[in-house]
């Protein structure tokens, strides 16, 4: 079936350390994204690539980062530069196209302690 | 970016129709209108868009103004299982700038 996967649903580390989120999309979609959500609040944009090779800084990007080596990939990186890294974060992905609608994962929860 | 303006929150009893309304006034002539729903801890799935016609499918029906300035989310029948937190927002369909955001969105309360 095709979807998009993020992995680990649950995700506990220690402050100070760097933590990758994994996100694979075998939909073939050109364009991925990712999102914080922080409770009782909406989606946020951290990063969003349009294609390999090539990403955007969202409205929130500082103390992460990312990388779109494949087109079924883009890792976000939670560094210890971001002061407040406990939130759930979605990862989304899209056609180019304007009209197609957008696949989310079931996002990952991050607790820092 | 094209802003979209909700409720933050509505609230209906099973059974009955919902309408959720948003407000784009500053939409463009190549915006396509989107909604999502997101159930509490789960990312969001998407429930229908449409451009200048009202809009049908199994989910819900989009209902969009002459003027394009706002447009309304119809759920027939709530049923619990719809208590959710509703997402308008506006996507363009050319262009280079695929940029995708989301707002507060309106959470739907459906009491039994």
């Known amino acids: 079936d095709g979807g998009i996967t993020q992995s680990p649903k649950y995700l506990f580390r220690k402050e100070g350390q760097n933590v990758t989120l994994s996100c694979e999309q075998n939909?073939?979609?050109?364009?991925m994204y990712w999102y914080r959500q922080d409770p009782g609040q909406g989606l946020r944009l951290i990063y969003y690539?349009?294609?390999?090779?090539?990403?955007q800084k969202g409205d929130i990007a500082e103390g992460y980062s990312v990388s779109r080596e494949k087109k079924e990939s883009f890792p976000l990186t939670v560094t210890s530069a971001q002061k407040n890294p406990t939130a759930f974060y979605l990862c989304?992905?899209?056609?180019?196209?304007?009209?197609?609608?957008?696949?989310f994962g079931q996002g990952t929860r991050l607790t820092v302690v | 970016d094209a802003k979209t303006t909700q409720p933050n929150s509505m609230e209906s009893n099973e059974e009955e129709p919902v309408h959720l309304p948003c407000n784009h006034s500053?939409?463009?002539?190549?915006?396509?209108i989107h909604w999502y729903r997101q159930l509490p801890s789960q990312g969001p799935e998407y429930v229908i868009h449409?451009?200048?016609s009202n809009v049908n499918n199994r989910m819900a029906s989009l209902a969009i103004a002459e003027d394009r300035k706002s447009s309304t989310l119809i759920l027939h029948r709530a049923t619990l299982r719809d208590a959710a937190v509703y997402y308008c927002?506006?996507?363009?369909?050319?262009?280079?700038?695929?940029?995708?955001?989301f707002g507060k969105g309106t959470l739907l309360t459906v009491n039994p």
């Open positions: 690539s349009q294609i390999v090779n090539d990403f």
């Open positions: 939909l073939n979609h050109d364009a």
């Open positions: 500053t939409i463009s002539g190549t915006d396509y």
């Open positions: 449409g451009l200048t």
């Open positions: 989304a992905s899209t056609p180019q196209k304007g009209q197609a609608s957008a696949f």
């Open positions: 927002i506006l996507r363009g369909a050319g262009g280079s700038n695929y940029k995708l955001t």
